[in-house]
């Protein structure tokens, strides 16, 4: 298993930015998928984006679609820039690691294996 940290949450005005980070323990391996989620009070972990280590592919929810951006950097430091952010952006945000397996889905939560404990982002 591989330990994650994620780092760089707080509050923002909206419209503002902010920069997640997401350290792991060990480099990401060409057959990994590092995923970004989010928890708002009262809802559902819900799937914000993903990156998959061997080719820098990325996915994006609709909501953040052209606002965030999943990146990787080093093999174990995968950053989250979010820009215009707004109040429904409001949420403890974690990242996720997983091997790719058939049939593996980014948006899953239950694909993924690995968790960090959540970052506190708060847009008002």
């Known amino acids: 298993h591989v330990q994650l940290v994620e780092s760089g949450g707080r509050s923002v005005q909206a419209g503002g930015s902010l920069r997640l980070a997401c350290g792991a323990s060990?480099?990401?391996?060409?057959?990994?998928?590092v995923g970004w989620f989010r928890q708002a009070p009262g809802k559902e972990r819900e799937w914000v984006a993903a990156?998959?280590?061997?080719?820098?592919?990325t996915e994006y929810a609709d909501s953040v679609k052209g606002r965030f951006t999943v990146s990787q950097a080093g093999g174990t430091t995968v950053s989250l820039q979010m820009d215009n952010l707004k109040p429904e952006d409001t949420a403890i945000y974690y990242c996720?690691?997983?091997?790719?397996?058939?049939?593996?889905?980014?948006?899953?939560?239950?694909?993924?294996?690995?968790w960090g404990q959540g970052t506190q982002v708060t847009v008002s």
């Open positions: 996720a690691a997983a091997p790719l397996w058939p049939g593996f889905q980014a948006e899953s939560v239950n694909d993924y294996t690995d």
């Open positions: 060990v480099s990401a391996a060409n057959d990994d998928c």
């Open positions: 990156i998959f280590a061997g080719d820098d592919h």
